[in-house]
């Protein structure tokens, strides 16, 4: 499928003194790689004019239907430097299923698997210098799938554009665990039974940025979404996934909320899950209150809190703040969560065996 997309000859490089000033300031997702990946889908060819190209502007009718009624699907997954000095890309089939998964929801071409593999294979192997041996830096990818046909028509575009474009990064919230103070928002919801929010699409980043106001305007660094119908059940934060450490005699068990199709499926939810119970902690996936999340740190039996995601990987919730008062979760000693992290990260840069061929080495 490689052989879809085509490398153009004009490969652009960064001088030493741009890539060093570069890398002194990797603010998340700003410090964007030299090339990126570009291929388009139509009723009438099907997936074609793939190729590797330098990163830059692209044009658009300022009719696109993607700009107007938002068929707007992306991903995001990882390359990391491995110990022995290969480069690979982290759970690229997984991704590629959860996007197409996206796509089918908003009514839009779903990208064979190996054609997006293919994609994520080309553009790290082209700019995989910005990867050196400093383990704490990764190269964040970013897929977006988007229609681009000229029609203010209300229905499915018939014509779309796929690019993929890469930053370095250091991490969502740089490169310390530090924990996050949480705002339990019951203004708004992120999303609804039978509605988008297992699918990946700008839409729901567009609607949640107010809460994340709302949450910041209260101090805290993010938000914790509740189900739409009560509010009283926790599902998400922000764009990550969220867990419990549930004390259990003398050892420990995980809790995390259901995938009941309000909740994004996160691909780093489900790595934990297949990682933990290894581990010597079994997960259970159940409803998780408002309340119980409440009680339970106030007895002691939550001992900690934490959330998942590609971006910022593991990170400890210290503090919880809502209308009705706030809490804080665990004392500050987070063995649990800095194992999960410390065995993931492992993973992800070939440390630790790599049992379930997450890994996709690519050079
Ligand atoms: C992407 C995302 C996540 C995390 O998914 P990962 O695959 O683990 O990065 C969680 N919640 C939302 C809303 C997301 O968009």
């Not at 997702?29 to 590797?52: K, P």
């Amino acid at each position: 499928m490689s052989s879809m997309i085509q490398a153009r000859p004009r490969a652009v490089s960064t001088s030493p003194a741009e890539r060093r000033t570069k890398l002194a300031d990797l603010r998340f997702g700003t410090a964007f790689t030299e090339h990126m990946v570009s291929m388009r889908w139509s009723v009438r060819d099907g997936w074609h004019d793939g190729e590797l190209v330098p990163y830059g502007n692209v044009t658009l009718p300022p009719t696109a239907v993607g700009l107007h009624y938002g068929q707007i699907v992306f991903e995001g997954l990882k390359a990391f430097r491995l110990e022995d000095g290969r480069v690979a890309s982290f759970r690229a089939a997984q991704h590629a299923r959860r996007f197409a998964a996206s796509a089918r929801r908003l009514m839009m071409p779903e990208m064979p698997e190996e054609l997006f593999v293919a994609a994520i294979r080309d553009l790290v192997r082209q700019d995989q210098d910005w990867l050196g041996d400093d383990p704490g830096i990764s190269l964040y990818l970013r897929p977006i799938l988007f229609a681009t046909e000229e029609t203010l028509a209300l229905r499915p575009a018939t014509e779309y554009r796929f690019l993929l474009t890469a930053f370095i990064t250091e991490g969502y919230f740089g490169r310390s665990l530090e924990p996050v103070t949480v705002w339990l928002c019951e203004d708004y919801v992120r999303a609804a039974p039978g509605g988008t929010g297992a699918a990946k699409c700008a839409g729901n980043y567009a609607a949640g940025l107010i809460a994340q106001e709302q949450a910041a305007a209260n101090g805290c660094d993010q938000v914790v979404w509740l189900d739409a119908a009560t509010r009283t059940l926790v599902e998400e934060m922000g764009g990550m996934n969220l867990w419990f450490v549930v004390r259990d005699g003398d050892s420990h068990r995980l809790l995390t909320p259901p995938l009941t199709g309000s909740i994004l499926p996160g691909v780093t939810r489900d790595a934990l899950l297949t990682v933990a119970p290894r581990l010597g902690l079994p997960v259970t996936e159940a409803p998780v209150s408002v309340e119980q999340w409440r009680t339970g740190c106030l007895s002691g039996e939550i001992t900690e809190v934490f959330a998942c995601g590609t971006a910022a990987r593991v990170s400890p919730v210290a503090e919880v703040r809502g209308a009705d008062g706030s809490w804080s979760c665990g004392t500050g000693d987070r063995p649990v969560t800095a194992r999960l992290s410390r065995h993931l990260f492992g993973i992800q840069r070939g440390v630790i065996p790599d049992e379930d061929g997450w890994l996709d080495v690519i050079s």
